[in-house]
């Protein structure tokens, strides 16, 4: 069945809905899944249903996407701890719908009426494999129990407070998106002008982690000795400390790399490491910036994000002997006649990207800058785009 154009909401149950979750509760999976295997009586049902639409302590919401019911997650208070159950509709199962509502429960708590800390509890059967997808990408910590296994997220009120430094579009733009997608889960703000990220900014934010993908300015030590900083390096650290990381790679004849998540320490790029996710250097810098961008977005802060409130990320100490690249000048933009046609093809593509100057030649009077460069696959042709440019008068 095709998945609906996406308009998803939690609505809390009402008695309209009582049949519909008796369908539900008695479908054949569902009660495969659940501990209590036998069908359930209507008349249980009901008496059932008429404590979650009485006691504060059961919340009961249904997923509706476009206002068509999909599934529902319910939760029950006992002290301190949430018990999660959730199902969806044998239709839409499949669909990613499981883990669009338990993310959506994460948010309507924030506005539901309990203490500003509870841990939520769900209990799966260890043979239950989609439910527990749905828990450990939401970031619940397993617990292997003998017949079950509970997973656990120690919710906490507004979430962590996070602060993402960037001045490239591509990272801009998804910083907006994990912004949006973790409102009213996370506190979540966005610097993109030097002029704004300053510490006393920071101090009043009072941030649990600073994000900083592709920030090309010095940061103060005020930030950085009293704030957790993380800095997305584009090598296999401690291979590549340095500048132009990208660029020393692809004329080194790298076809892929590592981005490293480090911590920022007083040594450059030689901080402790979280984390790292390969990436391919195929195409232009723009390209790989933006690959780069969706790792980083997608992937990497998400396991901050999601798994905080649970465990810690530590990072670990760099392992190797360093390999320091030094930042790349202008004049080694150029172009000259003694490069092959590969050399060529990478010195355009390398520099193809908003922000950085381009691949240029000589030619009289005039500068010649290059971009979208094109080898073909007997790499004896190469096509690219050209801008000749008056030199300016000395």
Not at 199 to 212: C, G, K, R, S
């Amino acid at each position: 069945m095709k998945k609906l154009e996406t308009n998803l909401y939690l609505r809390q149950a009402c008695l309209a809905d009582r049949e519909l979750l008796f369908e539900w509760a008695n479908d054949s999976v569902v009660r495969a899944n659940a501990f209590h295997t036998k069908k359930i009586p209507y008349a249980d049902h009901v008496k059932w249903f008429a404590d979650v639409m009485t006691k504060d302590s059961i919340q009961q919401y249904i997923l509706c996407d476009n206002k068509i019911p999909v599934g529902q997650i319910r939760f029950n208070m006992e002290g301190d701890k949430a018990f999660i159950d959730y199902s969806i509709a044998a239709d839409f199962r499949g669909m990613g719908y499981g883990t669009i509502l338990m993310q959506l429960l994460l948010q309507k708590l924030e506005t539901a009426k309990m203490s500003d800390e509870i841990t939520l509890v769900g209990q799966v059967k260890q043979e239950n494999l989609a439910s527990a997808s749905v828990f450990e990408k939401c970031g619940f910590t397993p617990i292997t129990k003998k017949d079950y296994i509970q997973y656990e997220y120690v919710w906490r009120r507004h979430g962590m407070r996070i602060i993402i430094a960037t001045i490239k579009s591509w990272n801009i733009a998804r910083a907006q998106a994990l912004q949006k997608k973790y409102e009213g889960v996370h506190n979540i703000r966005i610097f993109t002008k030097k002029e704004e990220f300053t510490a006393e900014n920071v101090y009043n934010f009072q941030p649990d982690y600073i994000f900083l993908p592709h920030w090309s300015y010095i940061m103060p030590r005020e930030i950085t000795d009293n704030w957790e900083c993380i800095v997305f390096h584009m090598t296999d650290l401690p291979y590549g400390r340095g500048g132009s990381p990208l660029q020393n790679l692809i004329v080194r004849g790298h076809k892929e790399t590592k981005i490293s998540a480090i911590k920022m320490t007083e040594k450059l790029d030689g901080g402790p490491v979280y984390m790292k996710h390969t990436l391919s250097l195929e195409g232009s810098a723009q390209e790989i910036f933006i690959r780069c961008a969706d790792i980083i977005f997608a992937e990497m802060i998400p396991l901050f994000l999601d798994g905080g409130n649970q465990k810690k990320l530590e990072p670990v100490p760099q392992e190797g002997e360093p390999v320091i690249f030094k930042r790349r000048k202008p004049e080694e933009s150029q172009i000259t006649s003694e490069m092959d046609i590969e050399k060529i093809y990478d010195s355009i593509r390398m520099l193809d990207a908003e922000g950085y100057p381009k691949a240029f030649m000589e030619f009289g009077t005039y500068r010649l800058e290059f971009a979208q460069a094109n080898l073909s696959e007997d790499k004896k042709e190469l096509s690219a785009q050209v801008i000749f440019r008056c030199k300016a008068e000395e």
